[in-house]
């Protein structure tokens, strides 16, 4: 083991000692980590049979500024679960674990560590037993297996949907400012294309919340030079999608509108609903868990919902050359719809009626996000050095071809929502 790694776990070891866990205390690498939080460790506490597992994470204060808040939207979440189970126990064969948090010495969930560069944030978690994670669905071969797969990830965002109906999600804080505002990432578009350069020129586009401004401002104008600029917009590539992303304007923000005028509930989302964060059981395959809780923000469930069927359904991946290659999987739709309509209790027939313009939307979405990043210099996704310097416009051009092959198959995807629905009305 090189010396540097080596000296980490001591580091990981001796901070998760901090918590209230039995000891010997000793840290190894953990190999699911996700790639939010700069260092997670797999944590074993205690003797023999008694040996507990936890996992230690350094939460990334360069993305969550207020890791306190988040924390606390978190408890907030579990304890949230836990007392809807107690009150409407789940069904027979069902089992659903929620996060848990150990408390460190000074009785708190999280634990700051200042040294003389910086201050960080840890928190130690209960590893969820015999459980398994999913990178992506190409990971499984067998067809049924996947199809298996994408329904259980969807009962248990439906599970999850249910479990947190209690919360007030009035009262949480926004973990990212800005995060799934729709009209946030047109503002940002609509600035970049207009070519602005400074903060005042960006005036017009900024939204009116300070905080959500002052956490985004930085993303309303160009960080490029004029020449790249001018070639970015003009690329004739990019032309069509520039289009659909501006015509499909009114579309997008069905969602926020639907909130505003309270058709549909403003609830508790998890805002991150990609397919690593929910656990399987690694003997059945039953969903058992959706980890990640940081991103928990006001929302509808649709925007979670969208999200996660609008990258399951698309199996060519994210950022794939040939655009041609790019489907929707009406199977693997079905497998979602059902996995989510056969478990929802708290789902409205209004939102979902909106189950398949939410896919469309969120698509969408991350296409203008995508689009906007790339005009203005890729200051939000940014490239890694071997990153082609174009991946961005690839990521908008997929996106945005994913949300037309959407609209083509909307009819369809309609249909098998009714029939799911229906079966809910009629059990
Ligand atoms: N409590 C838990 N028990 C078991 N596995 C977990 C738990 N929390 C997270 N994981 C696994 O670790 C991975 C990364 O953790 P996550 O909290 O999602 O970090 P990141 O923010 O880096 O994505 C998850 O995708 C999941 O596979
Ligand atoms: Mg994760």
Redesign the pocket.
Known sequence: MPQSENSSLIRAAEIAAFFDIPRPVTAHD?E??????HE?YLIRAGTGAETREY?L?RMNNDVFTKPVEVVRSLETCMAAQRAYMEANPLPEGVSWHT?RLVRAAHGRTILEIVDEASIAFWRL????PG?V?YKSLSMVQDNDKRLQLAEQAARGLALFGDLTSNMEAEKLSYPLPGYRDTRVYYAQLDSVMGGTRTLDDAGPYLPADETVKEGTQFHFWLHLDDEEYEARLNDPELQPYIDTALENRDLALTLLRAIERGTVRLVAIHGDTKL??F?FDAETGAVR?L??L?TIMPHTWLADWGDMARSLVNVAGEKVSDLGEIRVDLDIFEALARGYLSTAREATDAEIALMVDAVQILALELGVRFLADYLRGDTYFKLAPEDPPDLNKTRAMVQLTLFQELTANAQDMRTIIERYAMARRHP
């Open positions: 953990f699911d980590k996700g790639n939010m939080s997670m996992l994470q996060v978690m209960e590893r969820i459980c994670a690593e964060n656990l868990a980890v990640d940081d």
